[in-house]
């Protein structure tokens, strides 16, 4: 509620790099005037005040540096043994939204993370989550991230709208002395926590592209202004996005839903769907829920576990990596070879791809570190396949088959529309090689004869391949092939 002010401080020594930008730091100092001297001009008569730092203490906001006493310590190792320890931090996330207990438990995992692992060869395997929730309007979106950016140890909230790739990434500024400095952006001042990401959907697609290098490879390249450098920003995104059409509509794919691209899509470990649909059971429990709310019944808000405590507690679980065991890894293996071997039919579409793969390991490696073990066990190997097995469900699925097909998160088409668009390039391609040019009449009479697809559906199948490029109209009524 208060316009930020700024002053220039003077570190030496060993204080030097103490801290990271985006921390929130205590400085004892002395404040100096020191006069301007400006290269051209040599010393002005302008003083410009600054503070010669002596100490420099990090004030509780990265996760690393969370001062936990003995006691509380002990509290930790305590809630950790408890067998409904799951159950009770699940709770304990935003308690006074209704419901959502996968989305919660998706968050959870979010907020203590996987393992990172840098191989002998130098690649590095992100242990970080990245979520994604789609919902209807007044489905509690905004409010969910809101809660996981105050409870994360290390947290940034930003709004899409007003977003842009040098404010999510880093900008070059030139200083009034006439050199160029990085100002660090969001997904760099959220290294080591949670970047929540509010109405993603509303960013122009320039600044959503900056996103693709920090999802995948958690690092920010910036080669501006003489300034080459590589930051980190290896940081958990929690993005909100709206349908495009208001309402989330189920007959179109998620892509088609959202106004995001398919790379950006790709990267999101689980993706979740948040419907308003009318029922009467849920209804009145969320109904009963908002008026005691209200009505100021303090139990009905209130979390099992603190927030201030749980914060530490997600900071000391940082110190934990579990390693997965060798039955975790066979439950894992065992559901991925069943989802692939059913696409091994050439018809059939591919369910899974080794990213997911990877994103089941990640969430079975944090549902490990959530009850502090150091093996990941294979209760947690299931539990991280059945919330895999819900996102692709609600964003995976295509409507004509029936089918899980991964390639609508993938490459934004199921297999089913992919073959249908191959068949209407055939038959153009087939035809023009008579006459040069395939009339459209004939594509439609032999696409309903020979494939089964109807007029209307060979009407749109055109339209989107013109729209593609792919065909295009050389004269009314005549389609020939780019």
């Given amino acids: 509620g208060q316009l930020p002010r700024w002053i220039d401080i003077r570190v030496y ?4 790099d103490t801290a990271r930008p985006g921390d929130a730091v205590i400085i004892t100092g002395v404040v100096r005037a020191i006069q301007e001297v400006l290269p051209t001009s040599g010393r002005m008569r302008v003083f410009n005040i600054t503070l010669e730092v002596n100490n420099l203490e990090i004030y509780g906001k990265d996760p690393e540096t969370v001062e936990i006493s003995p006691e509380e310590e002990k509290l930790i190792l305590e809630l950790a043994k408890q067998k409904d320890v799951h159950e009770k931090i699940k709770q304990s996330i935003a308690p006074s939204i209704y419901g ?17 692992k840098v191989l002998q060869d130098g690649t590095r395997i992100r242990g970080d989550i990245n979520l994604l929730l789609v919902g209807d309007p007044g489905t509690g979106k905004s409010q969910l991230l809101r809660y996981v950016q105050r409870i994360a140890p290390r947290g940034l909230y930003t709004h899409g709208r007003g977003t842009t790739a040098a404010g999510l990434t880093a900008a070059v500024v030139r200083e009034r002395s006439g050199g160029m400095v990085l100002e660090a952006g969001a997904l760099v001042l959220a290294d080591r926590g949670v970047c929540a990401i509010d109405e993603i959907d509303k960013m122009r697609n320039e600044d959503r592209v900056a996103m693709h290098e920090a999802m995948e490879q958690q690092s920010i390249s910036v080669a501006k202004g003489g300034i080459v450098a590589t930051l980190n920003a290896r940081t958990s995104i929690l993005a ?3 349908p495009a059409l208001g309402r989330y509509d189920p007959n179109r794919t998620v892509a088609e839903n959202i106004n995001l691209p398919i790379t950006l899509l790709s990267r999101f470990d689980l993706i979740f769907i948040l419907k308003d649909q009318p029922s009467r059971e849920h ?5 009963e829920h908002i008026l005691k709310l209200h009505s100021g019944l303090r139990d009905v808000d209130r979390a099992l576990i603190d927030p201030n405590f749980l914060r ?3 900071s000391y679980s940082k110190r934990i990596k579990p390693r997965i ?3 975790a890894m066979e439950a894992i293996k065992d559901f991925y070879l069943k989802m692939r071997s059913a696409s091994e039919l050439t018809e059939s579409p591919i369910a899974i791809t080794a990213r997911q793969l990877e994103s089941i ?9 959530v009850a502090l073990r150091e093996d990941v066990t294979v209760d947690d190997a299931k539990r991280a396949i059945a919330l895999m097995s819900k996102s692709l469900e609600q964003v995976g699925m295509d409507i004509s088959t029936g089918k899980i097909d991964i390639d609508i998160i993938m490459t934004g088409k199921p297999k089913s529309l992919r073959d249908k668009l191959q068949a209407v390039i055939s038959v153009v391609t087939n035809l023009s090689k008579q006459t040069g040019m395939a009339e459209e009449e004939a594509v439609y009479k032999i696409l309903e004869e020979e494939y089964g697809i109807s007029r209307s559906e060979t009407a749109n ?3 989107q391949l013109r729209k593609d490029g792919t065909i295009y109209a050389p004269k009314d009524g005549f389609l020939k092939k780019t």
């Fill in 13 to 16: 020594e060993e204080l030097v």
């Fill in 100 to 116: 959502y207990d996968e989305i919660k438990e998706a968050i959870m995992y979010l907020l203590f993370g996987g393992v990172t």
């Fill in 240 to 242: 909100a996005a709206n």
């Fill in 283 to 287: 209804d009145s429990k969320l109904t």
């Fill in 312 to 314: 530490k507690y997600i």
């Fill in 325 to 327: 065991t060798q039955e």
């Fill in 361 to 369: 390991v990640r969430l079975a490696e944090a549902r490990a570190r």
């Fill in 461 to 463: 199948l055109i339209q």
